[in-house]
């Protein structure tokens, strides 16, 4: 007894441009992608317009209670709260109540912020961030928070050391 293999089916062809072309078949050709970008836009403009319709119960609805008041979903919450939903599940998730949403307070910290920095101190040196340590030495921020939050190695203690040395050096040279 012979086994025949049999062709394998092709692919159905899709429209390219679509954000279905984006989301269901991969595709990352430049207007998919555009596609994609436009929903995506659109989308957040009916988001802020309050043009979203949310669901009010079902199996699927989580009823959520901020500051007293009960709302039938988090989306809807979010939508009278001035916040997005990812917001809210966040804090249910990892606090156990959605109190802080759209208060502002616990805000994300944003770095370059001014009074939302956390000092650092460089070779006895003390700066108001680490954004100023980089702007200041001239070194790359993002290799520079990965080093201090693993803890600087030897090589490159030193190799800020020495741009402390000639940064304070051309300052006095001026």
């Known amino acids: 007894m012979s086994a025949v293999a049999s062709p394998a089916p092709e692919a159905k062809p899709f429209r390219h441009g679509t954000p ?7 595709c990352r050709c430049d207007a998919c992608r555009a596609a994609e970008i436009d929903r995506q836009r659109n989308c957040r403009a009916r988001l802020r317009a309050g043009l979203v319709k949310h669901r009010s ?3 699927n609805c989580v009823p959520v209670r901020i500051r007293g008041v009960v ?5 809807a919450a979010a939508a009278a709260l001035g916040t997005s939903a990812a917001n ?9 109540d959605a109190e802080r949403a759209g ?20 070779h006895s040196r003390l ?7 980089a702007k200041d030495l001239g070194v790359s921020y993002t290799y520079l928070s990965k080093q201090a939050s693993a803890g600087f190695t030897p090589e490159y203690s030193q190799y ?10 051309d300052r006095v040279a001026a």
Do not use: E
């Not at 800020?160 to 050096?169: E, F, N, S, T, Y």
């Open 20 to 26: 279905g072309g984006y989301s269901r078949h991969k």
């Open 88 to 96: 809210i599940s966040a804090q249910l998730a990892r606090f156990g």
């Open 71 to 75: 709302y039938p979903s988090i989306s």
């Open 160 to 169: 800020l050391l020495a741009r402390m040395m000639r940064k304070d050096a």
């Open 103 to 122: 208060t502002g307070i616990r805000g994300a910290r944003r770095p370059g912020k001014p009074g939302n920095a956390k000092q650092c101190r460089i």
């Open 127 to 133: 700066y108001p961030s680490l954004h100023a340590v």
């Open 57 to 59: 119960g079902g199996k």
